[in-house]
């Protein structure tokens, strides 16, 4: 056996394009724990087939795995929305050994107050699938095109929808699933004492969100309706019959009967131009939002080294983190961020930013081109705000290597690595039966 | 009248009014109580649609790009027939009901206001009854257009409709009163079309609920059945409540208002105004808040009566109440309703420009108030004073809740327009408007129309009258050369958003004619710069100024922003005007910029879009879910 490598920990950070994919691997004490958090891509945002992202991501396993299968001692699949899980769908995944899987508790079947959640959202995404596209297939009757609101709705909607391939993987349903045996496991746990894991000595994990505070579930309930129109929020409300005609025949009358006066100004008033696609994109803005603030959020400390995985919370779900002043202190000496949603504007609180979190950390942001958002996301100002706390902010579209700390393999991934002090050689147990750990 | 049309000697009097039957007050309670309301409107000579001079119905599907036959109002027999009777399967009926429902909100305002009402331009507001479908129903200021919806109710869960049944939103009074109110609040002041506080679009609400709402008192046969259901608590004003609670019940509007009821019906205090934060919440407090006033304006009015009928007792005996005393408790109901709406809306030429709170509001109404009635005999304005401080909606920064306190405050020193500092013809607004007032003479050579006309943005600039042009513009100078005392910018350019004159009754019988100036600046210097500038919310201050008939400013109602140069307040004493604006303003600059982060960080979409949220803030979305969106907090 070689001389033991030291003690770090890396995070490496796949360019899947508009979604998130991270390798953290920790090495401490001769013990090895290797982590994935998220496998995903959003469908407008593809840097690459997903497919060589999985790829990559095993070959990187088989490598580290000396000679055995490749491993992994958890998979984090932070909430259901594509672009952070679209990949675990892939069959590749089979060979790969998985310990554990984390989800948040809104995935679990068998919590009540999840499965009405989840069932709610997964009608509205459904309900607004449906809608956008009987609205543009009317446009379409007419040749014209949907206008940008209605595309960007049916993103969100598609993207919301359950993904159910990879959740299949993950949750081990319907025959899908990992090599090895595999314990699926849902945070936070109601008890706070288990919400804090020790995957290695010295190593532990910190759930920090979705909460369970009731008043704080109003986050993750989906929209009633879009616009104008209520969505069938169970599978089971009847569905209003299409309107035909209005009235009796023998009141419609012809253009020429009807004073010049009222023509002009019908085609003044552009009746047509009259619709709910603002409504739709709202609805449909909303459920994104709500999937998002079901991430899975936690903190990563290896020996002091603080490492912050917010997955998508936006905003709101922010506040019962940053509003309690013990997970305040944790989360103010992280030395790493995975940048929430991708840069956008209302995922990493100002005051995260100006106030919680102390400069000179590294960030990592996870993006790739999507012309629609080109100018929204990341946000500029965020950036701004980052830089001028004296954080580092890692991109694969902007690489600026730092040698031992930031590095490149070409266009396929970022790594960020922090050398640790050296601590006393473990043994690192395994679970070995399938177990599902509510 | 043009002198070489020979008058006819036999010629019939055009009448007063017209009468046209409406559902009391929607197509469902109609079908639940058999009664039908007979509204009474201005008359005058409609063209089929109706098109008349203030509103056009344009009665186009467009989903079915189909015309539905226009009604013509003017035919005889609809005339002896107070139209045509309502129903939800004739067309004709719908475009009656909008008209006449939209008329005669008009005509209340044009009453209380104390001034001809002109839309924006000599525009009409256009009504289209089958605009859509959908579960909603908004006006649309681009279009200078009230869009109505319809829907299927329910299949699950109608109400006291059929499932699958074709609702339409253009039956409902309400909607059509409440929509109709919008356009007029939005005539009379556009920036609050422009959400730069959680009050703007509450205050539109509550406005518009509240003209609807009271709305319901103006139908005498409805009050006095409400009044005669109710005999044994009269004193209590249980019936007006429950006809209250009516307001738009079965199309699922005024949730927030009839909560609010309920829980003043059961005696239950009302949450303080400063803990509600969704704009439909606190616009119900307000509304229920002088609604309260209303009813114990109401009792104290009756109580004479109840003394006469009881022989001083005041308790009344079983059974149904004396048909006379039914009429008078009725007559006196209305009566208390007009004057408590009429001191509402008379608040409006005392509003601010841009950015206003419902602690303006109560300012506005207090002052316009007492200006015209000093004493205050009928106790009205105390008693919504007390109500609005029990509900905790009162202005912030004023000492107490006195009259003086509450009033706007008048100018330190004089200022007046017509001075050295501008070539204004104050007389000549006074007398051009003076001769509109007389509806028989000619329209005045400065009438509101051609105020109007210059001061739209759209206007071509061939069209802008040239004399309209050189007294927008005398007047801006006038408000730059007094920038500093009237909360102003000397170095920003300023508009004139609106002029008019009125003339209101005071308590001498007497009228009072008024100046009313709406001065606007919008401060690029104060924006966003790193935003487009096409793309970031304005950054505007305003000043209302009144003036009395001489010109000289009575009370100055400003939202300032800090000063581009503070140098300009170097040498000025240390309680100067010009420095009290200057810190509000600053102030009031960070308010406006905490409101739009909150707004944007309330807004899903601001993830994904450059368009400032708080333009999404807007009337389609008002009534149309989902909460969420405007759901921000304060």
Redesign the interface.
């Known amino acids: 056996m070689s001389a033991p490598e030291p003690d770090r920990v890396t995070v490496r950070m796949y360019h899947v394009g508009f979604g998130d994919a991270f390798l953290v691997t920790v090495r401490r004490g001769g013990g090895t724990w290797r982590l994935l958090v998220d496998c995903g891509v959003h469908r407008s945002g593809q840097a690459r087939p997903i497919v060589d992202v999985v790829n990559a991501i095993i070959a990187d396993l088989v490598a580290d795995a000396g000679g055995g299968p490749p491993h992994l001692d958890a998979v984090v699949a932070t909430h259901h929305h594509a672009d952070h899980i679209s990949g675990y769908a892939r069959p590749e995944w089979e060979q790969v050994e998985v310990d554990e899987v984390w989800l948040p508790y809104v995935e679990d079947a068998e919590d009540a107050d999840a499965t009405m959640l989840r069932t709610a959202q997964a009608s509205a995404a459904k309900e607004l699938v449906r809608l956008v596209e009987s609205r543009t297939s009317v446009l379409a009757a007419d040749g014209a095109e949907p206008s940008a609101k209605l595309m960007?709705a049916h993103d969100f909607a598609i993207n919301a929808l359950t993904n159910d391939d990879a959740l299949d993987r993950l949750l081990g349903r319907n025959g899908r699933g990992f090599a090895g045996d595999t314990v699926v496991r849902f945070f936070p746990k109601h008890d706070a004492a288990d919400n804090t894991l020790t995957p290695l000595p010295g190593v532990t994990v910190t759930i920090l969100g979705p909460s369970r505070d009731p008043d704080e579930l109003r986050r993750m309930d989906p929209?009633?309706?879009?616009?104008?129109?209520?969505l069938a929020l169970s599978a089971d409300?009847?569905?209003?019959?299409a309107?035909g005609?209005?009235?009796?025949l023998a009141?419609?009358?012809?253009?020429h009967?009807?004073?010049e006066?009222?023509r002009t100004?019908?085609d003044?008033?552009?009746?047509?131009e009259?619709?709910?696609d603002?409504?739709l994109?709202?609805?449909a803005?909303?459920l994104?939002?709500v999937v998002n603030n079901t991430s899975l959020f936690f903190l990563l400390d290896v020996a002091g080294t603080r490492l912050l995985f917010p997955g998508d919370a936006?905003?709101g779900a922010w506040e019962h983190v940053l509003n309690d002043p013990a997970k305040r202190l944790l989360v103010r000496d992280c030395v790493f961020y995975k940048i929430g949603?991708h840069g956008?504007?209302?995922?990493t609180p100002?005051d995260f930013v100006e106030a919680a979190w102390a400069d000179g950390g590294h960030a990592m942001l996870p993006w790739g081109l999507v012309k629609?958002?080109e100018?929204?996301?990341p946000?500029?100002?965020l950036m701004a705000a980052l830089t001028a706390h004296h954080h580092t902010i890692i991109r694969n579209d902007e690489q600026e290597p730092e040698p031992g700390v930031v590095s490149y393999q070409g266009d396929m991934w970022s790594e960020w690595t922090m050398v640790l002090p050296p601590a006393g050689e473990v043994d690192v147990p395994r679970p070995r039966q399938v177990t599902v750990d509510r | 009248m043009p002198a070489d049309v020979k008058p006819d000697p036999l010629a019939v009097p055009l009448p007063g009014s017209r009468w046209l039957r409406t559902f009391a007050f929607d197509p469902m309670s109609t079908r639940l109580s058999g009664r039908h309301l007979r509204v009474e409107v201005p008359f005058e000579t409609l063209a089929p649609g109706p098109m008349g001079r203030s509103v056009h119905v344009v009665d186009y599907d467009d989903a079915r790009r189909t015309w539905y036959q226009p009604v013509d109002l003017d035919l005889g027999i609809v005339l002896a027939q107070d139209g045509l009777r309502p129903s939800e399967n004739d067309p004709r009926s719908h475009q009656q009901i909008v008209y006449a429902v939209a008329m005669s909100v008009i005509d209340r305002f044009e009453r209380f206001m104390g001034r001809r009402f002109r839309w924006r331009q000599e525009q009409v507001l256009r009504l289209v009854p089958h605009a859509f479908e959908g579960r909603n129903a908004y006006f649309d200021p681009r279009r200078q257009a009230v869009l109505f919806g319809y829907y299927t109710a329910e299949l699950d869960d109608p109400g006291a409709n059929l499932p699958g049944q074709v609702i339409f939103t253009c039956l409902s009074n309400d909607i059509i009163a409440h929509e109709v109110t919008h356009a007029i609040v939005h005539r009379l002041r556009r920036r609050y079309a422009e959400a730069t506080n959680p009050d703007v679009f509450a205050l539109h609400e509550a406005l518009a609920d509240l003209v609807a709402l009271f709305h319901h008192f103006n139908y005498p046969e409805v009050v006095r059945e409400a009044i005669a259901s109710t005999s044994g608590d009269l004193r209590s004003g249980g019936g007006l409540l429950d006809l209250a609670r009516e307001f738009g019940e079965s199309t699922g509007r005024g949730a927030a208002l009839r909560s609010a009821l309920a829980q003043e019906h059961a005696g239950e205090k009302p949450r303080p105004f400063a803990t509600l934060t969704e704009p439909h919440e606190r616009g119900a407090s307000f509304v229920v808040a002088v609604f309260r006033a209303y009813l114990d304006s109401y009792q104290h009015a009756i109580a004479d009566l109840l003394r006469i009928a009881t022989g001083g007792s005041g308790v009344l005996p079983q059974g149904a109440l004396h048909p006379d005393l039914v009429d008078r408790v009725t007559t006196e109901a209305i009566h208390t309703a007009d004057r408590m709406l009429r001191m509402v809306v008379r608040a409006f030429d005392y509003l601010p420009v841009v950015d206003p709170s419902f602690g303006d509001l109560v300012r506005g109404i207090v002052t316009a108030d007492r200006d015209l009635y000093p004493d205050d005999a009928a106790h009205l304005r105390g008693r919504l004073v007390e109500s609005l401080r029990v509900s905790g909606t009162y202005p912030s920064g004023v000492g107490s809740l006195a009259d003086d306190a509450l009033t706007w405050p008048v100018p330190e020193k004089e200022i007046r327009l017509g001075d050295e500092a501008s070539d204004v013809d104050v007389r000549g607004i006074l007398a051009s408007a003076t001769q509109d007032l007389d509806i028989g003479a000619d329209a005045g050579d400065m009438g509101s129309a051609s105020f109007e006309t210059w001061l739209s943005p759209q206007q071509a600039p061939g069209e802008v009258s040239a004399q309209g042009e050189k007294l927008g513009q005398a007047i801006s100078e006038w408000a730059n050369h007094h920038a500093l005392d009237l909360g102003l910018d000397p170095e920003a350019i300023t508009t004139l958003a609106g002029l008019h004159v009125s003339f209101r009754i005071g308590e001498d019988q007497q009228p009072r004619p008024e100046i009313v100036l709406q001065l606007a600046q919008r401060r690029a210097d104060l924006e966003d710069q790193s935003l487009d500038p096409q793309k970031r919310p304005r950054m505007r201050s305003g000043t209302t100024v009144i003036l009395r008939a001489d010109g000289v400013v009575s009370r100055i109602i400003a939202k300032p922003l800090p000063l581009r140069d503070d140098s300009l307040l170097n040498g000025l004493p240390k309680h100067s005007p010009a420095r009290r604006f200057d810190a509000w303003g600053t102030e009031r600059l960070a308010a406006l910029r905490a409101w739009q982060s909150t707004v944007a960080d309330a807004d899903p979409l601001t993830a994904w879009t450059a368009e400032p949220a708080q333009w999404r803030l807007n009337f389609a979305s008002l009534h149309a879910e989902p909460a969420g969106v405007l759901d921000v907090g304060a």
């Open positions: 960007l929209p009633t309706s879009a616009g104008w129109q209520r409300t009847a569905m209003s019959p309107i005609d209005l009235f009796g009141y419609a009358v012809k253009d009967d009807v004073p006066a009222l100004a019908r003044s008033l552009e009746l047509a009259v619709t709910n603002a409504g994109l709202g609805a803005a909303l994104d939002r936006q905003q949603h956008s504007g209302n995922a100002r629609a958002w100018d929204t996301i946000q500029e100002n």
